[in-house]
């Protein structure tokens, strides 16, 4: 850590050299600035984001920014009240500097030179009492700096003039009210007791009583102002704990409703979109089943139409088969007939020419025209007989061609309506298989989302169960920091107490001293008494005017100064 000597004002405290000191200011002025305008020191730093959003958790970033932006706003406005407070302070220290050079009393005329001497010597009370109030920020600052401003000051300039001002003896009795004072006294014994001259020590000596009791009016309403400073201090800090505290609770109460609020929405968002989950898993399975329905229905239109396509081509097919069996019989009938006709074509020119060679060879070749004609007869009936063969031969060849084309029909139709039904079984297998598939996937997605909501409502629980832990431990925090600033408190409460009682013996040992110094003084009266019983009785006179008027006369006093007065009277 820095030294606490390190010279910290309004314009330097916010500097990097400053952030290793634990104090926030250490310059007199700025300190009795603070006082005077009634801010804490540590109002007057900036803070960071993070921190304002730690000591509100349930507040969003647009709020804490909010936030953020009106404590800049009110820490630059104190720091520039403080800031010309202080220049305020700096301007009055040089008038009271200057003043008392141009305006101290001339002494009065009718006085000594001796006198006139020490009045001139003295300053007046008023000048005094100005002075230590101007000094009492100075004071009471640099008495501050070791304990880093306890806290906040009154306003009233009363109060804290009051609590700033230390006489001595000696100024209050050198001061020229006490002197004008004495001199009314002693003129006033002098005309009532008819007595010639006072010495200058009984006047001194009245002086010193009147001074005493100056001090200790004065150190009265000191204790009296302290008092109320430090009741007042006590009560502005207890309101201000109250008033923290109050704002943590409201600020966790504020957290919790809108965790809550976040919890509720988060559910009835679950249960919404469970609802639109199950919603559209009904949707999906009626249109999954109309579009099973609709593939079923077209499967089996396709089937059926497939099926009456192969019987209508197979109708075809043996409707073209016929065709062609009668158009190729038929061309085997026109080829035979042709033939026929060619071979008739063939014959009469072979007759022709027969019978022209018969017309030229009649004669000659009548025996070769009748073998001829025999052996055409034979030909003519082994063609005929060919032919019944080869129509016979056809025939049969038909017939059986016709059989195996009816069985090949009929096996090919059996073959293709066993085809047919086995790809309808293997399509209503792969539709169950379909189905089956389909209720397995609903039902693991069924699965699947229940296993989701166990397993988003285990997140919810275990974080409000991770939320109420948070809450805890944030109040069981609230509690050690509330303990340990009363525990702080009570420390600074002692401290106080410590320096108000030392404070205290030290005004008892001073005014002891005092008192013995009074009755040394009083010794050496006797013993000039002794010597001078009138100079002594003026000068009791004197005092029991002072008393008097300073109204301090106790019953053993009275029944001292009676007890002297009839000793002097019989002497």
């Known amino acids: 850590e820095q030294s606490p000597l390190l010279h910290l004002d ?4 916010d500097c990097a050299a400053a952030e290793g000191s634990r104090y926030v200011l250490t310059s007199p002025r700025s300190l009795e600035a603070c006082a005077r305008c009634a801010v804490r020191p540590v109002e007057l730093l900036p803070r960071a984001l993070g921190e304002l959003l730690r000591e509100a958790p349930g507040r969003s970033m647009r709020v804490a920014a909010g936030l953020y932006e009106a404590y800049e706003r009110e820490r630059r406005r104190k720091l520039q009240q403080c800031r010309e407070e202080r220049e305020r302070i700096i301007r009055e220290e040089k008038r009271r500097i200057l003043a008392p050079l141009g305006s101290l009393p001339p002494s009065p005329a009718a006085r000594p030179g001796a006198s006139g001497g020490a009045k001139a010597k003295s300053h007046s009370l008023d000048s005094l009492q100005k002075r230590r109030e101007g000094s009492w920020g100075k004071t009471s600052s640099e008495s501050g700096a070791s304990s880093s401003y306890s806290g906040e000051s009154l306003r009233e300039r009363g109060n804290g003039s009051l609590l700033g001002r230390s006489f001595s003896l000696g100024d209050l009795s050198h001061s020229p009210q006490t002197a004008q004072r004495v001199e009314r006294i002693v003129r006033e014994v002098k005309r009532r007791k008819g007595l010639s001259e006072v010495p200058e020590r009984d006047k001194k000596i009245a002086a010193l009583m009147i001074a005493k009791h100056q001090e ?12 109320l400073q430090w009741d007042s201090q006590r009560r502005q800090a207890e309101q201000r704990k109250e008033q923290e505290e109050k704002d943590k609770q409201r600020a966790l109460l504020q957290g919790q409703r809108m965790w809550e609020s976040q919890v509720e929405k988060r559910r009835g968002r679950l249960s919404q979109e469970q609802e639109e989950a199950a919603l559209l898993k009904q949707r999906q399975r009626l249109v999954c089943e109309e579009r ?3 593939q079923a229905e077209k499967q089996e239109r396709l089937r059926r139409e497939r099926l009456e396509r192969a019987i209508k081509e197979d109708k075809q097919k043996k409707l073209h088969q016929e065709h062609n069996l009668k158009a190729k019989e038929e061309g085997k009938k026109e080829h035979r007939e042709r033939e026929e006709q060619l ?11 027969r019978l022209k060679k018969e017309v030229q060879l009649q004669k000659e070749k009548k025996l070769v025209n009748q073998a001829e004609k025999l052996k055409h007869e034979a030909l003519l009936k082994e063609l005929a007989k060919q032919e019944a063969e ?3 031969m056809l025939k049969a060849s038909l017939e059986m061609s016709l059989t195996k084309a009816q069985e090949n029909y009929e096996q090919l139709v059996e073959k293709r309506n066993q085809e047919l039904r086995e790809k309808a079984r293997r399509e209503d297998m792969q539709i169950q298989r379909a189905k089956l598939a389909a209720e397995k996937k609903e039902r693991e997605q069924k699965e699947h989302l229940e296993a989701l909501a166990r397993e988003t409502e285990r997140k919810l629980q275990h974080a409000a169960q991770v939320a109420e832990e948070v809450v805890q431990e944030k109040a069981r925090k609230v509690v050690l920091s509330r303990l340990e600033k009363e525990k702080v408190q009570k420390m600074n409460k ?18 002891e001293r005092k008192l013995e110094r009074s009755e040394q003084i009083f010794k050496e009266k006797k013993t000039v008494l002794e010597n001078a019983r009138s100079v002594a009785r003026a000068s009791f006179h004197v005092r029991e005017k002072v008393r008097e008027e300073t109204n301090m006369r106790t019953f053993d006093k009275m029944a001292f100064e009676a007890e002297l007065h009839a000793h002097l009277n019989k002497k």
Not at 216 to 227: G, K, N, P, T, V
Not at 494 to 511: A, F, G, T
Request: charged share 35%; glycine share 0%.
């Open 292 to 294: 099973w329905r609709e």
């Open 390 to 392: 080869e129509k016979e």
């Open 494 to 511: 002692q401290k106080v107490e410590q320096y108000e009682d030392l404070r205290r013996r030290e005004i008892l040992l001073s005014i």
């Open 216 to 227: 200790a009016s004065l150190l009265r309403e000191q204790r009296q102002a302290a008092h």
């Open 343 to 353: 071979l008739q074509e063939k014959l009469s020119t072979a007759a022709q020419k």
């Open 10 to 13: 309004l314009y330097n405290f």
